[in-house]
Each structure stands twice: as structure tokens, then as C-alpha cells.
């Protein structure tokens, strides 16, 4: 589609100037490729030397480790990769069938006046800043899930010992489903990017062969967008793992791995907001440093992945994932 | 029986249907009831002075007492400062980085500052913040706190989003137009500034915008480094508050005034990100219609 | 076509930046961004240009916050409520001038700071348990009671130990819901050296500090954090200074104290209890780790009174080189001398304890020792007392 340009058409006016201008502009906008390959390595470089400290002292016992205790300076990261993982099941569990049901409603199935609007709607629960979430998790969600969620949970669900414990709405629970609130535009505008570009061919064959409305969605359209959807919520899993106000504001902070959905947890973004310039000292100040590494590898790994087949699907971009 | 069975599976159709409408209809559910909440507490309390004046003292009004409002002018004045020159560090080098991946693309670089943007996009925020941090208590202590490093945690997160915006807008310039300039003998440089990048203009601008959005909403990377304030700005080497970690200050305190004032401010950052973030879709979506039309 | 839409939108964009400049430019000039400068500083003036920061202690917060917004004008301090151990952090990086917490510093802390530390005790306040337990307004509680609930071994609020201490009150059924603080805190250090005191169990098995493992309950940011989650979740109960109880209208326990009768946290009750404590205090730049104002013996003294702490470098010039100038040093000492003194008038109105004389003159030696370039410091404050 496109191509090299260097060896553009026959000159034409004074051919050094131009020569040097290019140059020049090349080296420019070069020098800002460059700063982003950079900003990689040196969030990378900073954190790797800033967690020196706790990598020489534990070793690999950081990353199996399931005691944070500061009293005796020995620190693992389990509780909070829990807590992490945990938080961030939940919002899929949760937001993928929401976010994958709207956009195959909002491609397929809606009235057409109704899916751009519908649609933008969706999308700007993405606009809304994460602390926002957080002080309405506060105030709304949690009392909600404290009052009406969690006693029904506990007594329809109880049994399996998943929802036992207190119901305070100060949870791992109250944070998953805040996290599946904020990943659900992330999942469902790709999804439906991904949808949209089925070809219209697929749709007409299904439907020329007598199928329903359904019917067609179900077997030609979404197996072909398949692996975009999964794309999505591979983009949506890496946006749940890092976020930080909502869940601080919801989760409980408590520094320990959770027993159940009712438990207080902590994951590694609240644990970096609440502890990082309030360590005990300089070996705590750096297990938290590698923690946040730890974080930064995860949501790298799941980005990386995200991005690879987002990017088989669409071609060229992974689109608005803001 | 043949009849029947086409009633059953247009009956199923109809009912995937309504499931498949309910799940965006329950999507929605936590969008209103955040601006409902929002509109709810917040809307009493905004006044021209709110907009203006500082945070005051805490207090929650008992039998016969009543305590001084106050005003997030303070925040958003430090949100402005913070965003502003985010944007001033990070526009540059994103739409830099934009024009290389899409002008000299075809070399590997091109493809990799590529694909990192994308991928740095993707990096929780909180780390932009660690990062800042981590590196100004080695580099100079006395700066950790202050303007300056919280716009640079704002620029790494914008940084990536600028890179990618712009490199769409600038994709979406068809190449007839690059080369027909090339012919005529226009050095790269001016066609790519001033024929590919005025043609994106809007496009470029929207992305622009869709960052400096973000920016304004994030509290975590601001946690370590604008620090707060009850001023506004006072030089880029002191702490400035800003209006997401205004919300986070005063949303979890017992004091009554705090909490009002954290209501209305996140009713102003909800009404300015929405105004921007409608904004940006309808030019984007014009942009696309135009390019589609011809 | 193209090029003329590319034109409007410069002009949108051009005429936002002009309006945004003219709105920011008429409010800093209208004085919309300064502090309110409606009270007088007393009788020091801080140099201007050398504006200084602080951080810590969210416990003596709302009182820092007064300071900052009266003294000098209310533009020549910055204090961030961060926590008391990020106070303690933040000095010893030296990424504040001063630090605020209500924990002394321990060995490792002292050890680890680049220079000699400073402890000036500039403020004394009460840790108050906070709950929410409908319908409940007064509550009885003793040392061996709160130390069973935040172990988690007392949990509800009808259980025996909790009604034997207050006949007549209906107590729920309900599960006590424990809130502590998640960050490094003073109000921690102070609240869990009480529990020790109280309860060797509790010394051995979770011990004092800043940051311990509660055995049960949530963690919530702050002072601030922990009484806005009381506040507004049934079944809880956390603690706090005083001034966040009274001040945000959360419902507060009395406590049993050593003479035997129930107290409730007030302003007087607390200075009583500093001044029969009558702790034995160290020099400024002495070992401060085990002052301690608990217990104190009085009939109506509170037991949960603690002093809050200043700390500073000693050596200013030393320690900051030339990060600092000459004027944020003398605005610093400034600040301190009028905190120990004139700021002291603002205490018992945000129901804090006012310091006796006696500390006062401690103080003001203390800061008196502070040096920048080798000598005194000079100051409008200093020599005003």
C-alpha cells in the first residue's frame, strides 16, 4: 500500500536545500520515534535498579512469597498478584458477556437510528475518570453490594465457601465489578470494530439460506470476528490488572492473599498508591518497586499478546482503546 | 410441524435479541447512575465562586454552625497547568514519533515505535507515576514534589496516545495526495507538514484532545508527584493540586464541605470530559464520512 | 474544502487557548489563587520567594492545614497530608524540608536519614475509636476490649464483653466490621502501642508500628480515609484523632483509663493527660522512640493521647546543599518558631492540645540549633519571643 518514498520523482529546484531539509526532518521526527522506544527502556532501566535491593534479598521467594510483613521485612508478592488476577476475573466473568452481548446487539440486531448513539453512549463510560468510579463506588456501589448483593450471594451461594465472610462491600467483589464497569468499553468498542468489519457477504449468504436474524449473528458473523473479540478482551483483562483509583477506594487494602469474594485484598496498583511513600524503609520502598515491575511485565505480556492479534485482525490498528 | 419449528427459531431470534439489548441496556446502568450521583450532590453546590476559590477548611456543619464552602479554583487551575504542559512535552515528541512510523514506514523502526506506542498505551498509570518518582529521588529530591514531575507522569501516559491518534489521522491521508505533492517537486519535509498534516489537522487535534482527556482524568500518576495543594501554581518546582487527586483527598474524608466540594468537582471533570469526548467523536466521525464521501 | 476546514479549526482552536489564558491571567491578578490572607500572622513577617514543603501526618492535618493557610499569608508553606510514615520517607529522601508524624523516628530510621534529625513535638491530640452502630450515640469501651475486637476475637457487637460494659445499651446483632489505616501511620503507631500496652498478647503477636498486620478488618488511606468509611458503613469501628471524629460528625467511644473511670476525648482531657503524663522529654536531637504520654495516671486524663511530631535537618545547608536557599532556610525556621508559638492559639478550636510552656522552651532551643552555612539561622520569629 505504501511505499518507500526515498527515491521520489525527478528533481526539480535547488536540490541541496531540499537535500538538508529532509534531513533535518527526518532526524526530528526520528528523534521522537526514538524518545518512545526510549521511555520503554527507561521505565524499565528505572524500576529494575530502583528493585535491586529487594531482588538481592529474597530472590525468586519475592514471586512466591505470601507474607507481606513489614514488621519483619520479609516481603512476597502473592497476596497482591492475587488480588490482582482475582479483581481482574471477575470484571471479564462479568463485563465480557455484557460488553460482548452490547456490541453484537449494537451491530446486528438494533434498530439502525439507535447503534451510533447507543453506541458513542457506551463508549463514554470509558471517559470517566477512574477516581470518579472510585467515589461512586464509595458511595453507591458499595453500600449496594454491602445491603443487597452480597447477603443474597451468601445465601443463595454460600455453600460453595466462595462468599463467606462479613458483607461490606469493601471487597474484592465490590472492586471486580467496578473494574468490569470500566473494561466493558474498552471490550465492547473493539468488539463491535471487529464485528462491523465482517464482510457483508457472510451475513448475506446466511441469510439467503433462510436463516434468522439470530441465527446468522451465531454462525457467520461472530465466528468470523472470533479472534478480534478475543483480542478485545485480552485489551480489557490488561486495562482491569493496572487500574488504580477505583480499586483502591473499593478493595480494603489489606495486605493478604483473599479466602473469599467477601475478603478485604489489595492488588498491585493499590498497593504501589498506598504504600510507596509510606514505607517502613528502603527494603519495603523496593519490594514495592518490584512489584510494580511485576506489574509492568503482566500488563506488557498481555498488551504485546493483545496488540499481535488485534493487529492480524484489523491490520493496521487495534483502533480507540481509550 | 415445518411451520412450527421456523415460529420456534423466530421466537429464539427475537429473544437473543432482547437478551443481547438488555446487556447494553445494563452496560449503561453504572454511566447514568455516576452522572446522576454526580448531578445529584455536586449540582447544589457549583457557583461562579466555587469555580474560583480554594478548598477551605474542613468541617461538617452542626446544630447552629455552617461551614465555608469554598472552591476548587485552585484544582483546576493545577489541572491546567499539569495538562498544559504535559501536552507541550508530549504533542511534540507523539506526533514526531507519529510522522516517523507513518512517513518512513516500510523500515522496521518505523513498524516497532509503532507497535511500542501501542503496547505503552497499555501501561497502567500508576507506573508512569512510580517511574517519575522513582527516578527524581536519585536525580534531585527537591523536585520530586512539584509541577514539573507531575506533568512529566502525565507525558508518559500522553506520550503514547498522541503517538497513535495522530498516527491514524495521518494514515487516513490518501496516498495520491503524498505523492501528487512529491511530483510536483515539494520537498518531504513541506509536503509532509504542510500538505499530509494540514489535511489530518482535525483529525490530529481530536487526538490530541482524546490524550489531553485522559491527562485530566488520571489521579494515580499525580499521587507521588504534583503532591497537591490548597494553592494554585506557584512555580513548577512546588506542589500543585490538580482535579482528580482533589477528588481523592476530599472523596474518602467524613467532613460534610469536602465532600460537597468533591461532588461538584467531579461533576465539572465529568462535564468537561464529556464535552470533549462528544466533541472529538463528531469530528472524527465527519472525518470519516468526508474521507468515505471523496 | 479540505484546507479551509483545517483553517476553522486553528481558529477554534487559537480562540480556546486565548480565552483560557485571558480567564487564567484575569483570576491570578483578581487574587482568586491566592490563600485566604484574611488573618493576621502575628507578629512575624516570612521572607517572600521561599516558599518551602512539608508532608506526614495526616492526624495533625486539619491543624497543619490552619497553619499553612494563615501563616505568611498563606503562600509560604505547602503541607501534603501523606501519612506519617511518608512523612518520615519524604525527610529522610529529602524531598520535603519538613517532615510531620506522630510516631517518633525508630533506630533504623535514625540511622538511614542523612543528617541529625530534629524532633520538635508541636502539637498533642487524642486517638478516638470511631464506630457506626445505629442508634447507639455513647459507647463504653477498656483496653482489653479493643484489643479482643481488632483481634478479631470479639466480633460482634452484642457479644457479652461489649454489653457487660454498657448496661441499658441495645446492642445489634450484627458482625463488627474492623477499620485500620493502609498506609504508614502515626495514628497506627500510637493506636497499636496502646493495644500493646493494654494486652502482652497483642505485644508479641502483632506488636507496634506504623504498619502492622492486623489479624482482621479493611484498610483505609488516612485519617481522613478511615473516618469517612466509619461514617458511612454501618457495624464499624476504626480509630482517629479527635478532630476527626468531632469535626466530622462521627460517633466515638469513651475509654476506660488507668484511674478507673470512663472518658470521653476532649480538648481538655487530653492536655490534662500530657501534662499528668509529664513525659521525661529527650534534646531535640536526642532518641525520641520511646516518649510516650499513654495512660497517663490522672482521674480525667484520656488514654490515648499521644504527642505529634516536627522533624527537620539540623544542619540545613549540610543536608540539602544548595537544593535549598538561604530564604526557604529562614522561612522554615520562621515557620517553625511562629508553629511553637502564635500557631499554638489555633490548637484547642480544632480540638487539639495547646503545648505547655515548657515544651514550648524546648522547642524553641531546639530550633534555635538549626544552622544554614555553618551559622544561626536568622528569623522574624526567633527573636520576637
Same mark, same amino acid.
Not at chain 2, 171 to 182: F, I, K, M, N, Q
Not at chain 3, 206 to 223: D, E, L, Y
Not at chain 3, 233 to 260: C, E, M, Q, R, S
Given at each position: ?24 526532518f ?93 453506541g458513542?453512549?457506551i ?39 466462595a ?63 472470533r ?35 467477601f ?17 517502613n524503609?528502603p ?40 | 410441524? &415445518? ?11 427475537h ?23 454526580a448531578?445529584? #450532590? ?15 477548611l ?24 499539569l ?59 527537591s ?44 520537498? &518531504? ?7 499530509v498534516?494540514?489535511? =489530518? ?10 490524550s489531553v ?5 488520571? =489521579? ?10 490548597? #494553592? ?29 466540594? =468533591?461532588?461538584g ?15 472529538s467523536?463528531l ?8 474521507m468515505?464521501?471523496? | 474544502?479540505?484546507?479551509?476546514q ?6 477554534? !482552536? ?18 482568586w ?23 506526614? @501526618? ?7 492545614? $490552619? ?25 529522610? $529522601?529529602?524531598?520535603?524540608?519538613? *517532615? ?62 461489649? $454489653? ?15 477499620? /485500620? ?8 503507631f ?21 504498619m502492622?498486620?492486623?489479624p482482621?478488618?479493611s ?11 466509619? $461514617? ?6 476504626? /480509630? ?20 478507673g473511670?470512663?472518658?470521653?476525648? @476532649? ?7 500530657l ?45 540539602? *546543599?544548595s ?26 478550636? !480544632?480540638?487539639y ?20 552555612? *555553618? ?11
Amino acid at each position: 500500500m505504501d511505499r518507500p518514498t526515498p527515491s521520489s520523482p525527478t528533481p526539480r529546484g535547488p536540490r541541496r536545500s531540499r537535500h538538508w531539509g529532509d534531513l533535518i526532518f527526518a532526524g526530528l521526527v526520528g528523534l521522537g520515534g526514538a524518545g518512545v522506544l526510549v521511555l520503554v527502556f527507561a521505565i524499565l532501566g528505572v524500576l529494575l535498579y530502583q528493585s535491586g535491593l529487594s531482588f538481592r534479598a529474597f530472590g525468586w521467594q519475592f514471586v512466591i512469597g505470601t507474607q507481606w510483613d513489614v514488621r519483619d521485612n520479609i516481603y512476597g508478592v502473592v497476596p497482591f498478584v492475587s488480588g490482582t488476577l482475582i479483581t481482574s476475573a471477575i470484571a471479564l466473568v462479568i463485563g465480557f458477556p455484557l460488553a460482548v452481548g452490547s456490541a453484537i446487539f449494537l451491530t446486528t440486531q438494533a434498530p439502525r437510528w439507535m447503534r451510533g448513539p447507543v453506541g458513542t453512549v457506551i463508549e463514554l463510560l470509558a471517559a470517566i475518570p477512574s477516581v470518579v468510579y472510585g467515589f461512586w463506588g464509595l458511595y453507591v456501589l458499595g453500600p449496594y453490594m454491602r445491603t443487597n448483593v452480597e447477603p443474597a450471594l451468601h445465601r443463595y451461594l454460600g455453600w460453595t465457601g466462595a462468599f463467606n465472610g462479613p458483607a461490606t462491600g469493601t471487597d474484592i467483589l465490590t472492586a471486580g465489578v467496578i473494574l468490569a464497569v470500566m473494561v466493558i468499553p474498552t471490550i465492547s468498542a473493539i468488539s463491535r470494530e471487529t464485528l462491523a468489519a465482517v464482510p457483508i457477504s457472510q451475513r448475506e449468504a446466511a441469510l439467503s439460506l433462510g436463516a434468522t436474524n439470530w441465527e446468522t449473528t451465531r454462525v457467520a458473523i461472530v465466528p468470523y470476528a472470533r479472534s478480534g473479540i478475543f483480542g478485545a478482551t485480552i485489551l480489557g483483562l490488561g486495562r482491569a490488572l493496572g487500574e488504580t483509583m477505583a480499586v483502591t477506594m473499593t478493595i480494603g487494602n489489606r495486605d493478604a492473599v483473599p479466602t473469599s469474594f467477601f475478603s478485604q485484598g489489595q492488588t498491585i496498583a493499590s498497593l504501589i498508591a498506598n504504600e510507596l511513600t509510606n514505607s517502613n524503609g528502603p527494603l519495603q520502598y523496593s519490594a514495592i518497586i518490584e512489584a510494580g515491575l511485576i506489574l509492568l511485565f503482566i500488563s506488557l505480556l498481555v498488551n504485546v499478546l493483545a496488540r499481535l492479534l488485534l493487529w492480524r485482525v484489523l491490520r493496521v490498528t487495534g483502533g480507540s482503546t481509550e | 410441524m &415445518k411451520f412450527d419449528r421456523s415460529a420456534r427459531r423466530k421466537l429464539w431470534s427475537h429473544t437473543m435479541t432482547v437478551l443481547a439489548g438488555l446487556c447494553a441496556l445494563v452496560a449503561l446502568i453504572p454511566l447514568g447512575s455516576v452522572i446522576y450521583q454526580a448531578v445529584l #450532590l455536586g449540582g447544589p453546590v457549583l457557583s461562579l465562586s466555587f469555580l474560583t476559590s480554594n478548598p477551605p477548611l474542613p468541617c461538617t456543619p452542626s446544630v447552629g454552625t455552617s461551614c465555608a464552602v469554598g472552591g476548587i479554583g485552585s484544582a483546576i487551575q493545577g489541572t491546567l497547568v499539569l495538562v498544559g504542559l504535559a501536552a507541550a512535552i508530549s504533542v511534540p515528541i507523539g506526533l514526531a514519533a507519529a510522522i516517523f512510523a507513518v512517513e518512513y514506514r516500510g523500515r522496521f523502526l518505523g513498524l516497532a515505535i509503532s507497535f511500542t506506542a501501542d503496547v505503552l498505551t497499555g501501561v497502567p498509570s500508576i507506573i508512569a507515576g512510580v517511574f517519575i518518582y522513582a527516578y527524581f529521588v536519585i536525580y534531585d529530591p527537591s523536585i520530586v514534589f512539584s509541577a514539573l514531575t507531575g506533568s512529566l507522569a502525565l507525558s508518559v501516559i500522553m506520550v503514547p496516545i498522541v503517538t497513535r491518534t495522530c498516527e491514524e489521522a495521518l494514515r487516513t491521508v490518501p496516498h495520491s495526495l503524498r505523492e501528487a505533492a512529491l511530483a510536483l517537486g515539494i520537498p &518531504k519535509w513541506r509536503t509532509t507538514l504542510q500538505i499530509v498534516l494540514m489535511t =489530518a489537522l482535525p483529525a490530529v487535534l481530536t487526538g490530541i484532545l482524546l490524550s489531553v482527556m485522559r491527562a485530566s482524568g488520571e =489521579a494515580a500518576p499525580l499521587l507521588f508527584t504534583a503532591f497537591g495543594s490548597r #494553592l494554585g501554581f506557584q512555580g513548577f518546582n512546588n506542589p500543585i493540586n490538580a482535579l482528580p487527586l482533589l477528588i481523592y483527598n476530599f472523596a474518602e474524608s467524613p467532613y460534610k464541605n469536602w465532600i460537597d466540594l =468533591a461532588w461538584g468537582a467531579a461533576l465539572i471533570l465529568i462535564i468537561l470530559i464529556l464535552i470533549a469526548s462528544v466533541l472529538s467523536r463528531l469530528v472524527v466521525g465527519r472525518m470519516v464520512r468526508r474521507m468515505r464521501g471523496g | 474544502m479540505k484546507r479551509q476546514q483545517s483553517k476553522a479549526w486553528m481558529y477554534v !482552536l487559537v480562540a480556546v487557548v486565548v480565552v483560557v489564558v485571558i480567564i487564567v491571567a484575569a483570576g491570578y491578578y483578581a487574587g482568586w489563587f491566592k490563600g485566604s490572607t484574611t488573618n493576621s500572622s502575628g507578629t512575624c513577617a516570612p521572607p517572600s520567594g521561599g516558599a518551602i514543603k512539608g508532608a506526614g @501526618s495526616t492526624l495533625v492535618y486539619p491543624l497543619m492545614f $490552619q497553619w499553612e493557610s494563615v501563616y505568611g499569608g498563606g503562600t509560604a508553606v505547602n503541607y501534603a497530608s501523606v501519612g506519617s510514615s511518608a512523612g518520615i520517607t519524604d525527610i529522610t $529522601q529529602k524531598t520535603v524540608q519538613f *517532615g510531620a508524624s506522630d510516631a517518633p523516628l525508630n533506630h533504623a530510621q535514625i540511622a538511614a536519614a542523612p543528617g541529625k534529625v530534629l524532633t520538635i513535638p508541636e502539637s498533642a491530640g487524642g486517638v478516638v475509636p470511631i464506630y457506626n452502630v445505629a442508634g447507639v450515640p455513647t459507647l463504653n469501651f477498656n483496653g482489653s476490649v479493643l484489643v479482643q475486637i481488632y483481634q478479631g476475637t470479639i466480633n460482634n457487637w452484642n457479644s457479652t464483653p461489649l $454489653q457487660t460494659l454498657n448496661p441499658g445499651v441495645n446492642l445489634p446483632n450484627a458482625a463488627i466490621s474492623v477499620v /485500620y489505616r493502609a498506609d504508614g501511620s502515626g495514628t497506627t503507631f500510637i493506636w497499636t502501642s496502646y493495644l500493646s500496652l493494654e494486652s502482652s498478647a497483642w505485644a508479641s503477636s502483632v506488636g507496634k508500628g506504623t504498619m502492622v498486620m492486623f489479624p482482621v478488618g479493611s484498610g483505609q488511606a488516612k485519617n481522613a480515609g478511615v473516618a469517612g468509611y466509619v $461514617q458511612k458503613t454501618p457495624d464499624t469501628i476504626g /480509630y482517629v484523632d479527635l478532630n476527626y471524629a468531632l469535626n466530622g460528625g462521627v460517633a466515638f467511644g469513651k475509654v476506660l483509663n488507668p484511674a478507673g473511670h470512663y472518658v470521653l476525648a @476532649s480538648v481538655n482531657n487530653t492536655a490534662s493527660a500530657l501534662k499528668d503524663a509529664n513525659p521525661t522529654l529527650p534534646a531535640g536531637s536526642g532518641d525520641w522512640y520511646n516518649v510516650s504520654v499513654l495512660n497517663a495516671p490522672g482521674a480525667g486524663d484520656y488514654p490515648i493521647t499521644s504527642l505529634t511530631y516536627v522533624f527537620v535537618y539540623q544542619d540545613l545547608s549540610g543536608v540539602f *546543599g544548595s537544593s535549598l536557599t538561604q530564604t526557604q532556610a529562614e522561612t522554615l525556621v520562621d515557620f517553625l518558631y511562629w508553629m511553637v508559638t502564635t500557631g499554638q492559639s489555633y490548637s484547642a478550636q !480544632l480540638y487539639y492540645v495547646p503545648l505547655p510552656a515548657s515544651i514550648v522552651g524546648a522547642d524553641e532551643t531546639t530550633i534555635g540549633s538549626m544552622t544554614f552555612g *555553618g551559622s544561626a539561622v536568622p528569623n522574624s520569629c526567633g527573636s520576637s519571643v
